[in-house]
């Protein structure tokens, strides 16, 4: 037994000093601490994905440390905007692309290839959580002379406040709203008369004559298949922007989604056994 004990924590001991080194070794940024940092690929890296197999590319990677949620609660309505732009731009350099994520498990420079973006216009920005921790993945196709500047900025988003007095004033609300058969009716009634104008579009179109007016159910008809693809494409980026500035995380966006949903089936049951 004491072997055995003997051997688990040389084991640990080993993993301690190696999480030492690695913590040691790589290039981090921390919100509200260190704000700004050059960065130099530098390392080989060999069958990236969206490379040529077998073709080498230089590649680094950057943590960004977020804040403690606890601590910094007075900060919720703060966005981190992180950004990199090449510190001299009247050098040819190659070009650099860029992934964000979170990903721990994924080793530098092999980030999937749909995941890579380039710099536009020499600088490249994104968003963050103050509250949240993640990976700047870069990568350039050849060794570069020059660096790239990689900075924080935290700036005020307003809506963040707008959005928790809201939602503070629907919890408080919310007994109130499933006692009510006014809130039930008039909003069984919205969903109602919005499914009545579609059909009566639809029907409308329809019985539309041939000739001038086919042409004009054909406009309306592209119209709409026109505006519902932007909305079914428009829509989901948009949930997940703001869900990624509320601070939900990528690996959330399911669950809420699902929530949403099983809320829509209930509601509507409800309205069902009120009317």
Same mark, same amino acid.
Request: hydrophobic share 45%; charged share 15%; net charge neutral.
């Given at each position: 037994?004491?072997? =055995?004990l003997l051997?688990?924590?040389?084991?640990?001991? =080993?993993?301690?000093?190696?999480?030492?080194?690695?913590?040691?070794?790589?290039?981090?940024l =921390?919100?509200? %601490? +260190?704000?700004?940092?050059q960065?130099v690929?530098s @390392?080989?890296?060999?069958?990236?994905? $969206? +490379?040529?197999?077998?073709?080498?590319?230089?590649? %680094?990677? @950057?943590?960004?440390h977020?804040l403690?949620?606890?601590?910094?609660?007075?900060?919720f +309505?703060?966005?981190?905007?992180?950004?990199?732009?090449?510190?001299n731009?009247?050098l040819?350099m190659?070009?650099?692309e860029?992934?964000?994520h979170?990903?721990?498990?994924?080793?530098? *420079?092999?980030?999937?290839?749909?995941q890579w973006q380039?710099?536009?216009?020499?600088?490249? &920005?994104?968003?963050? &959580?103050p509250?949240?921790?993640? !990976?700047?993945?870069?990568?350039?196709? *050849?060794p570069?002379?020059?660096?790239?500047? !990689?900075?924080?900025? %935290? %700036?005020?988003? #307003?809506?963040?406040? @707008?959005?928790?007095?809201? *939602?503070?004033?629907?919890?408080?609300? *919310?007994?109130?709203?499933?006692e009510s058969?006014?809130?039930?009716? &008039?909003?069984?009634?919205v969903?109602?008369i919005?499914? @009545?104008i579609?059909?009566?579009?639809?029907?409308?179109?329809k019985l539309?004559?041939?000739?001038r $007016?086919?042409?004009? =159910?054909?406009f309306?008809?592209?119209s709409?298949? $026109?505006?519902?693809?932007?909305?079914?494409?428009?829509?989901?980026r948009?949930?997940?922007?703001? !869900? #990624?500035e509320?601070g939900?995380?990528?690996?959330?966006?399911?669950?809420?989604?699902?929530?949403y949903?099983?809320y829509?089936?209930e509601?509507?049951?409800?309205?069902?056994m009120? &009317?």
């Amino acid at each position: 037994m004491d072997v =055995a004990l003997l051997h688990l924590l040389i084991i640990f001991s =080993a993993f301690a000093i190696s999480a030492t080194f690695v913590v040691a070794d790589e290039l981090s940024l =921390a919100v509200g %601490e +260190s704000n700004e940092l050059q960065i130099v690929p530098s @390392v080989p890296v060999i069958n990236s994905p $969206g +490379s040529k197999p077998g073709f080498s590319i230089f590649a %680094e990677r @950057v943590h960004i440390h977020g804040l403690s949620r606890m601590k910094n609660l007075h900060r919720f +309505s703060y966005a981190v905007s992180v950004k990199v732009s090449y510190l001299n731009s009247s050098l040819h350099m190659p070009n650099a692309e860029i992934c964000f994520h979170r990903n721990l498990s994924l080793g530098v *420079g092999m980030c999937p290839q749909g995941q890579w973006q380039k710099l536009s216009k020499d600088s490249w &920005s994104q968003k963050m &959580s103050p509250f949240d921790h993640k !990976l700047v993945d870069v990568r350039m196709a *050849g060794p570069s002379l020059g660096a790239l500047n !990689l900075t924080l900025e %935290e %700036e005020f988003s #307003a809506y963040r406040t @707008v959005f928790l007095v809201l *939602g503070t004033v629907l919890i408080m609300l *919310g007994p109130t709203f499933s006692e009510s058969l006014v809130f039930y009716y &008039s909003s069984a009634m919205v969903l109602g008369i919005i499914l @009545v104008i579609l059909i009566v579009l639809f029907q409308g179109m329809k019985l539309l004559p041939t000739g001038r $007016g086919n042409s004009i =159910a054909i406009f309306l008809y592209s119209s709409l298949i $026109g505006v519902g693809s932007f909305l079914t494409r428009y829509l989901p980026r948009l949930l997940r922007m703001l !869900l #990624a500035e509320i601070g939900v995380s990528e690996d959330l966006y399911n669950p809420v989604c699902k929530l949403y949903v099983i809320y829509s089936q209930e509601h509507v049951w409800h309205v069902k056994m009120w &009317s």
